[in-house]
Each structure stands twice: as C-alpha cells, then as structure tokens.
C-alpha cells in the first residue's frame, strides 16, 4: 500500500523508518528527532533526499478516489473508488456512513450498497475493512496530514444536471442506456444504478417498474426520455 502513494521510484527508505502509511509523511519529522542525516545514509545524497521530501511533499495532496483506490480495500477498485467519492464527497461523510452502516444503520447500509451498483460484497468489504484495528490506527495517522482536493473540481459546470445524482431506468427508445450516461457525465451529472435518497433525478422509459415506485416513495422528482432530452438540449 505504502508504494501506491509514490509514482516515482526512489532508494530504499528502510522499514525502520517507515511502518505504516502516516508514517511517510512525518519521515523528515521522525529522522530529525532521532538525530539521523539522510543524506549520510548509504544510497543517499543530498540530490536525492531532496527529490524524496519534495515527492512526500506533493502526495499530500490528494483526491478522495485516489486514496481509497491506494488504501488497500479488497474489491474496491479504482472505478469504483470514484462512484464511492463522488457519492460522499468528503472523507469525514465516507467515514461517518461506513461507521453508521457498521453499527447496522439501515439507511446508511443501502444507501452504500447501492453506490452505482456496488453491491453487497464490496459494501461488506469497506464495513470489514474499518473494522480492522491494525488499519484503524495507521489510516488515524494519515488522514491529519492529507489535504483532500475539492470534490468538485471535476465538474462540468454550467449544465442543467452538473453534480447531480441520476439513475435510467426501463426502455430507453432514442439512445442506448450506455450512451445516456455517457451523455449525463459529460455535462456533469453522476449515474447510478439504484434508487436512494440521495439521487436527484430519474429517467423513467417503459417498463421502469421497481425503480420509479421507488422514487415516488422518496419523492423524487421522475422524468420521462423526452423530458430528458429537453432539458439537456
């Protein structure tokens, strides 16, 4: 996991020095208050000790679907370490509903299952995963010295549907399901695969069925394909 945070390769820091993640990013801090001088140690110099504090520098930074990709979290993968993030924004909401979802809170479970069809595996492995205590304490020391980028930043701006939650559902009869997201997420909008309460709007074709009952039940707003197109044109 501790290499995910790199994108360039440097001279062996030593486990010594480094044994979790947070670890990385108090290195300079650690080595000072130990007496020890990098650039003293053998495969170091002062060229490349500053490469190596500039990088650590720079990883500070961070979005939100990248660190959940790098932390480890079994089934999570990148694309879907996106949906989780642009679900929650924050990691101070990701951590509050994955710790509300563990103490069996119903909402916050379905909610997370149904992250753009995350599903119930990948959902139990995130409740697992924090329920770890060796993880717990390394992720405690981390997240203090990351600075999370906006989770907006990524957005079109401008659009009738830029940062909104949409779900498709029954037929759609003018373009294909996969080229009615692809439309939506380049003019800003997120596409799930499940109703929930925080999904802002549905498209409903023929045949939506399940779908749009669920949404009448939250009070979502639905919307025909044509209405679609209307408002996206």
Same mark, same amino acid.
């Given at each position: 996991? %501790?290499?995910?945070?790199? &994108?360039? @390769?440097?001279?062996?820091? !030593? ?7 947070? *670890? ?7 080595? @000072?208050?130990?007496? /020890? ?9 002062e060229r490349s000790v500053q490469e190596l504090f500039s990088e650590i520098e720079r990883k500070k930074t961070v979005s939100? $679907?990248k660190l959940l990709t790098a932390i480890g979290i079994r089934h999570l993968g990148s694309k879907n370490s996106q949906l989780?993030? &642009?679900?929650y924004q924050t990691w101070e909401n990701f951590k509050l509903a994955v710790d509300k979802a563990a103490e069996g809170d119903?909402?916050?479970?379905? *909610? ?20 770890? =205590? ?8 981390? %997240? ?7 989770? =907006? ?8 549907? #830029? !940062? ?16 009615? =997201? ?11 695969? $499940?109703?929930?309460?925080? /999904? *802002? ?5 023929? +045949?939506?069925?399940?779908?749009? @009952?669920?949404?009448?039940?939250? +009070? /979502?707003? /639905? ?9 996206? #044109?």
């Amino acid at each position: 996991m %501790i290499k995910q945070f790199y &994108d360039r @390769k440097f001279p062996d820091t !030593g486990e010594r020095w480094i044994e979790s993640p947070g *670890d990385i990013f108090l290195l300079e801090e650690n080595l @000072k208050s130990k007496g /020890i001088n990098l650039e003293e140690e053998e495969n170091w110099g002062e060229r490349s000790v500053q490469e190596l504090f500039s990088e650590i520098e720079r990883k500070k930074t961070v979005s939100l $679907a990248k660190l959940l990709t790098a932390i480890g979290i079994r089934h999570l993968g990148s694309k879907n370490s996106q949906l989780v993030a &642009d679900h929650y924004q924050t990691w101070e909401n990701f951590k509050l509903a994955v710790d509300k979802a563990a103490e069996g809170d119903e909402e916050a479970w379905e *909610d997370l299952v149904s992250i753009g069809g995350l599903g119930e595996i990948i959902a139990k492995s995130i409740i697992e995963t924090f329920q770890n =205590q060796v993880f717990n304490e390394w992720i405690a020391k981390l %997240i203090p010295e990351l600075t999370f980028t906006s989770p =907006q930043s990524d957005l079109t701006e401008n659009t009738p549907v #830029s !940062g909104k939650s949409l779900v498709f559902t029954g037929k759609l009869e003018q373009m294909t399901r996969k080229e009615a =997201q692809v439309k939506a997420e380049s003019l800003g909008a997120r596409v799930y695969s $499940a109703v929930s309460k925080n /999904i *802002d709007l549905v498209i409903a074709g023929p +045949g939506s069925g399940s779908k749009s @009952k669920k949404a009448n039940e939250l +009070g /979502i707003t /639905i919307i025909s394909e044509q209405e679609w197109l209307d408002l996206i #044109s």
